[in-house]
Each structure stands twice: as C-alpha cells, then as structure tokens.
C-alpha cells in the first residue's frame, strides 16, 4: 500500500468519545423499526433538538442542498422528510430543487448568502473541478469539501428504439462496424449526458471504448439535461443516453427505446453521486457538517431497507421532489428492469440503486481511493493533464475529501465499527471487460486501456 492509502489518516481523525446514549438509540431505530419522524413535530426553527449531545449541537439548524430529480438525490429528501437532519438539529435544511446540473454548479459558486445553495448532490468530479475552478466562472476556485458517497447504481445508458437490432449491449464491440459505419456516412451515433466531464459523460465513453468504440472520433457526445431526455429521445434529438434513474425506466416504460447496459453492470458497486459542499460553509459549521452526515446516514440505512421501498418511491414521487407517478420509481428501487432489444430483463435488487453497504464495503463513506479513479478517468479523456496523476493527485484529493468528517460522524452516530472502512482505499476495482484499477497503481490502469486521449 503507498503512502497516499495508508490507512485512516490520523492528520484530522479526532477521536470521538463513543457515541452518546441517544444516537445509539436512535441508530437501533434505524436499523430496524424506523424511528417515528421528528419532521412531525419539528424543534422551533433555530432550536437544536432537545436529544443532542450539547458538545455536538450545531453551529446553525439550516443549510441549502441543492438536489436533481433522480434516485441519487433520495437520501438528502429521506433526511429531510423523515426528520433525521431534524433529529441531529438541523431542523430547517433547505433541499432546493436544481434546474440542471450547470445550474447546481452556478448556483454553488454564488453560495446561500448570494441566494444560491451551499452544497448538495454532485456527480464525480464536479466538487473537484469546482474547486479546481475549471468549471466555474472566470475559472473561479471554489474550493469544495467530499463528504460521502449518496449511492451506487441506479444509472444506465438507454437507446432509442430506431436502433433496435443493432447489437447495442453491454459488449458494445457486436455494434462497432454499425457505428464506425454511421460515422463514415456522416451520420454519426448521437449519444448524451446530463454534465460533461462527469458521471454520464464517463459511463458513456468507459461503455464505448471498452467494445473498442472511440467516444471522441466515432461518435458524437451531447449534453441534455436529465428532465428532457425523454422528450428529446421522443423527437429523435439522439440515439443514446446516459443517465440516473427513473429516466431509463421511463424511456422502457414509454416504449421509446430499450436499454444496452445498467452501470451496475459496467462496474458493480460503482461510486455514483456524492453530497459535496462549500469548504468555506463546512470550515464555519464543522458540527453541523457532522450533523447533516449523521442525518445522512440515518437516512440512507433507512433507504436501504427494502421494508421503506413503497414509502421512499411515494415521497420521491411527489410534486417537490420529482414530480412522476410511483410507479416510475419504484422498479429502480428494487433493482427490476426492462431491458429490452432481445435482452431478458433484470430483477436483482443487488442491481439497483443501491444506498449504505455492499460486498464491496460502504456506500456512503466516501473512498479517496474512488476519487482517484475519477481523476484518472479524466486524465484518460484529456479534462484533467497527465500531471494530475503524479504529485498533484494526492495532494488535491487531501484537500478535497474529507473522509475524516464522516468517520466522526458516524462514530458520533453509533455507526457499527462493521461499517466504518478501516481505509480510504477500496482497493482493486474490476470493471465488466476485465480491466482493473489498482489506486496504487493509476498509470498502470491507463496504460492498460487501448482508447484513450492522454
Ligand atoms: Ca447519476
């Protein structure tokens, strides 16, 4: 192990006194029965909740995330609504609804004070390119804190129906001649993501290039944001898309097209999005920082219990939120999908959105060892230069991640040591064609991809 994955940095870890009486408690409650919520009967705005330790009571009981209508935004609306942010004294956390993600990102730059947002749900690497200000406005550094992992799954890249036949699946090599062929004729594969140089954009040209497909000269990439991608998918505007749930399901269910692969087929237990905020926001409130993890935290076990699915799909499916019939939602969440274009469909709920623990340890504690592979995927495309991958990896990832703020936290929550990770590094991560990333070895990973830009 190099040094950058030594375990647990003991730089900023401080050692919590155990967790209080309360949060033990209240973590039984969610684990099993849900504790009955607080939104109910929330504490007078400004009032920390009676059952917080007074050595961990917040600095502020408000923050504003901002949040897209998509699976990956469930827990942060779960906290809210089921008064577990409430619960550890935040009871006025503002979750505001983005318009796309390049507003998040406009909005972020501005903060709470200038009526934006102090943080919320990103795709990887936004936070990084935020504060790297490669992104933003006037190239404006705002530097950014990590603070844990929102989900895994739950996205995929669906096809119009116009390219049924085509062999369009996860092996992408059986549609190579097809496209290459379209791409001659001046008629190239149109294939969209919601942000470029992010998740999408990544799942979409790992997808590619793994069946030997160059998503920068074979193909063209597009932006659509994620509430039009159905509409545009309608009109003909593109022929593939990547995205997070329920838009797949609905292109599936409004019989415009099918799906080629799941991303937790591509990369199972991937990191998807991340709750992410202003460095400046979370050096002023370290203990609300801590609160809203713990209201985190809270909330992703309680979605992770397959008991909540219906409750959790109803909340998500309302008018605040995402606006679309339960029935939309509900497949993602327990992991049933149409696939379509001859494939058989998928009902696994390991396949699914999924929201606290997996085989492949926690989804919620945000790995440096995973941010690592994001910086890597964006030197392979050429967003980021090569040097991030010497010197300038480690020390950014230091900067930005803050993967101690969470291991307080979930000590202050009574989290089982089970599920706390004892690295910062994942380790070896397998990808569906037999590539591999070993975080100690970045170069390595892309040395050993044949399409690449870097
Ligand atoms: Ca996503």
């Not at 404006?140 to 996205?155: C, D, E, H």
């Not at 992410?276 to 409130?285: L, Q, Y």
């Given at each position: 192990?190099?040094?950058?994955?030594?375990?647990?940095?003991?730089?900023?870890?401080?050692?919590?006194?155990?967790?209080?009486?309360?949060?033990?408690?209240?973590?039984?409650?969610?684990?099993?029965?849900?504790?009955?919520?607080?939104?109910?009967?929330?504490?007078?705005?400004?009032?920390?909740?009676?059952?917080?330790?007074?050595?961990?009571?917040?600095?502020?009981?408000?923050?504003?995330?901002?949040?897209?209508?998509?699976?990956?935004?469930?827990?942060?609306?779960?906290?809210?609504e089921k008064g577990f942010f409430a619960q550890y004294g935040m009871p006025d956390v503002d979750i505001s609804k983005q318009a796309n993600w390049g507003a998040a990102r406009d909005n972020v730059e501005i903060?709470?004070?200038?009526?934006?947002?102090?943080?919320?749900?990103?795709?990887?690497?936004?936070?990084?390119?935020?504060?790297?200000?490669?992104?933003?406005?006037?190239?404006?550094?705002?530097?950014?804190?990590?603070?844990?992992?929102?989900?895994?799954?739950?996205?995929?890249?669906?096809?119009?129906?116009?390219?049924?036949?085509?062999?369009?699946?996860?092996?992408?090599?059986?549609?190579?001649?097809?496209?290459?062929?379209?791409?001659?004729?001046?008629?190239?594969?149109?294939?969209?993501?919601?942000?470029?140089?992010?998740?999408?954009?990544?799942?979409?040209?790992?997808?590619?290039?793994?069946?030997?497909?160059?998503?920068?000269?074979?193909?063209?990439?597009?932006?659509?944001?994620?509430?039009?991608?159905?509409?545009?998918?309608?009109?003909?505007?593109?022929?593939?898309?990547?995205?997070?749930?329920?838009?797949?399901?609905?292109?599936?269910?409004?019989?415009?097209?099918?799906?080629?692969?799941?991303?937790?087929?591509?990369?199972?237990?991937?990191?998807?999005?991340?709750?992410?905020?202003?460095?400046?926001?979370?050096?002023?409130?370290?203990?609300?920082?801590?609160?809203?993890?713990?209201?985190?935290?809270?909330?992703?076990?309680?979605?992770?219990?397959?008991?909540?699915?219906?409750?959790?799909?109803?909340?998500?499916?309302?008018?605040?939120?995402?606006?679309?019939?339960?029935?939309?939602?509900?497949?993602?969440?327990?992991?049933?999908?149409?696939?379509?274009?001859?494939?058989?469909?998928?009902?696994?709920?390991?396949?699914?959105?999924?929201?606290?623990?997996?085989?492949?340890?926690?989804?919620?504690?945000?790995?440096?060892?995973?941010?690592?592979?994001?910086?890597?995927?964006?030197?392979?495309?050429?967003?980021?230069?090569?040097?991030?991958?010497?010197?300038?990896?480690?020390?950014?990832?230091?900067?930005?991640?803050?993967?101690?703020?969470?291991?307080?936290?979930?000590?202050?929550?009574?989290?089982?040591?089970?599920?706390?990770?004892?690295?910062?590094?994942r380790g070896v991560e397998k990808f569906f064609d037999g590539k591999e990333f070993n975080p100690d070895d970045p170069k390595a990973y892309l040395a050993s991809l044949a399409i690449k830009k870097a």
């Amino acid at each position: 192990m190099t040094e950058f994955f030594a375990p647990v940095s003991r730089r900023r870890f401080l050692i919590t006194a155990g967790a209080s009486a309360v949060s033990s408690v209240l973590l039984k409650g969610c684990l099993g029965n849900p504790p009955e919520p607080t939104a109910t009967s929330p504490s007078p705005a400004g009032t920390p909740a009676a059952n917080v330790p007074a050595d961990q009571a917040p600095e502020v009981t408000t923050a504003k995330l901002g949040f897209i209508p998509i699976v990956e935004s469930a827990p942060m609306i779960i906290a809210k609504e089921k008064g577990f942010f409430a619960q550890y004294g935040m009871p006025d956390v503002d979750i505001s609804k983005q318009a796309n993600w390049g507003a998040a990102r406009d909005n972020v730059e501005i903060g709470s004070a200038g009526g934006g947002i102090d943080g919320g749900q990103w795709q990887m690497p936004m936070p990084y390119l935020i504060s790297e200000g490669l992104i933003t406005k006037n190239n404006a550094k705002i530097p950014m804190y990590v603070l844990a992992m929102l989900n895994s799954q739950g996205n995929g890249i669906a096809i119009a129906n116009n390219q049924a036949g085509k062999g369009l699946g996860l092996d992408s090599s059986k549609a190579k001649d097809y496209i290459v062929g379209l791409k001659q004729a001046n008629t190239p594969f149109r294939a969209a993501y919601t942000f470029p140089r992010a998740n999408q954009d990544l799942w979409i040209r790992y997808w590619l290039a793994a069946g030997g497909i160059n998503p920068d000269t074979d193909v063209s990439l597009l932006t659509v944001p994620a509430a039009q991608t159905v509409a545009n998918m309608k009109t003909g505007a593109m022929e593939a898309f990547s995205t997070g749930d329920p838009w797949p399901a609905r292109i599936a269910n409004d019989k415009i097209g099918f799906m080629a692969a799941l991303t937790a087929e591509i990369w199972p237990y991937h990191p998807e999005e991340y709750l992410a905020m202003r460095a400046d926001w979370v050096d002023k409130h370290p203990k609300a920082t801590k609160a809203l993890l713990k209201g985190l935290m809270a909330a992703q076990q309680w979605c992770a219990d397959p008991a909540n699915t219906t409750e959790l799909a109803t909340i998500l499916a309302g008018a605040k939120y995402f606006n679309v019939p339960v029935a939309v939602i509900e497949p993602s969440l327990t992991g049933t999908y149409t696939m379509g274009d001859g494939k058989p469909d998928i009902k696994d709920p390991e396949k699914g959105v999924r929201y606290w623990s997996s085989p492949r340890g926690s989804l919620s504690y945000p790995y440096k060892s995973l941010d690592l592979w994001f910086i890597t995927e964006s030197v392979r495309w050429g967003f980021l230069p090569a040097s991030y991958l010497d010197d300038n990896a480690k020390a950014l990832i230091d900067k930005v991640n803050r993967e101690d703020l969470w291991r307080e936290a979930a000590k202050e929550a009574g989290v089982p040591d089970a599920d706390i990770p004892s690295s910062p590094s994942r380790g070896v991560e397998k990808f569906f064609d037999g590539k591999e990333f070993n975080p100690d070895d970045p170069k390595a990973y892309l040395a050993s991809l044949a399409i690449k830009k870097a």
